[in-house]
């Protein structure tokens, strides 16, 4: 499935935050946005997956209008998972997960056995079948994450979008989310903040500066020292990491 973002503007209050901003996630891509903070890159989800209304715009995941389709319509294609998580009731984690089915059921509709089927298989991608029991609320931080994404994967969408999923989580869970969603082997937009994880992960990527696409390509050429410098202020060397074979940087020269 296809992702096709054109000619994106928000407003909030009198502010542009995006300013015509189009993005492009071919089949089973995965795709990067990266930018300094405050530069738009989450805004541009949100106005993407109907968070925030955009005041022009059009998004296609393949032939489904997305800005003018149902939110139950577009859950059953598209899944986010998003930077903060918070609730204030509680659930198992198993019960959480289990939220991830209800784009595709009627009202009322009781769990089927395929149900919990597809449940149980989202756990164990996610590493989380001896958690299924826990309340949510006494996770810690990557591990609410992983749950969040396991409700994701039960959704069993055809595309998904991370708006910045993984900035407050420490380096482990960094690698389990993102290499979880790699697996998945679907469609991808991604805002990232680690520029070796955009490098890593990323088979495309979109800088963005004051809510315009400031460059655009595969990672080595958008990952250069003089885009690096325009984006975020700051000087780097870049190098091949030995051990990856991916881009590493080095900042402060």
Do not use: W
């Not at 489904?64 to 939110?71: A, F, N, Y």
């Not at 598209?78 to 984690?93: A, C, P, R, S």
């Not at 939220?99 to 989380?128: C, F, W």
């Not at 993102?178 to 990323?202: R, T």
């Amino acid at each position: 499935m296809e992702l096709l973002a054109k000619d994106m503007a928000v407003k909030i209050g009198k502010k542009e935050i995006v300013k015509n901003a189009s993005v492009h996630v071919k089949k089973r891509q995965f795709v990067g946005l990266i930018g300094p903070n405050g530069c738009g890159k989450s805004t541009l989800l949100k106005s993407i997956y109907k968070s925030l209304t955009p005041q022009q715009g059009t998004v296609f995941l393949d032939d489904l209008d997305v800005l003018k389709s149902s939110e139950k319509k577009v859950s059953q294609r598209l899944g986010v998972v998003g930077q903060f998580n918070e609730m204030h009731f509680d659930l198992t984690v198993h019960q959480m997960v289990m939220l991830g089915r209800t784009p595709h059921k009627g009202m009322l509709e009781s769990d089927t056995q395929k149900d919990y089927e597809i449940v149980e298989e989202a756990l164990a991608r996610t590493n989380l079948l001896h958690y299924k029991e826990r309340s949510y609320l006494s996770l810690s931080g990557g591990e609410k994450q992983r749950v969040i994404l396991a409700r994701t994967i039960a959704q069993q969408p055809q595309f998904m979008i991370l708006d910045e999923p993984t900035n407050h989580l420490d380096i482990r869970y960094q690698i389990e989310i993102l290499s979880c969603v790699k697996d998945l082997n679907i469609g991808v937009l991604a805002a990232l903040h680690d520029l070796e994880m955009a490098a890593h992960y990323c088979d495309y990527l979109y800088a963005i500066k004051d809510g315009e696409i400031h460059a655009h390509g595969v990672p080595e050429e958008v990952l250069t020292p003089e885009i690096i410098e325009d984006l975020y202020q700051i000087k780097c060397q870049t190098f091949t990491n030995p051990v990856t074979k991916g881009l590493s940087f080095a900042y402060g020269f």
